[in-house]
């Protein structure tokens, strides 16, 4: 049994240009990366931070003493 090959290639078509429409829309309607950029750390604090074991002993020193 033999199909009709044209409903298959219009409904092909169609879908692509539903695709089409909904990905320019999408990519006219999204928020740019440069609107909102994400606020980092300032140039040089890396150098003045303080390694990650003296932060674990400060922390230690603050859990074992009481609090006033």
């Known amino acids: 049994m033999f199909s ?5 290639l ?3 078509l ?3 240009a539903v695709g089409a ?3 320019r829309f999408h990519a006219r309607h999204t928020i740019p990366s440069w609107a909102n950029q ?6 040089g604090l ?3 931070a303080f ?3 003296q932060t674990e002993r400060r ?3 603050t859990l074992d003493r009481p609090p006033p």
């Open 14 to 16: 169609v879908l692509l």
């Open 4 to 8: 009709n090959p044209i409903p298959h």
């Open 59 to 61: 922390a230690k020193r």
């Open 51 to 53: 390694p990650f074991g």
């Open 10 to 12: 219009i409904f092909w």
């Open 21 to 23: 429409v909904v990905g």
């Open 38 to 43: 994400v606020q980092g750390r300032r140039t």
């Open 46 to 48: 890396s150098e003045r």
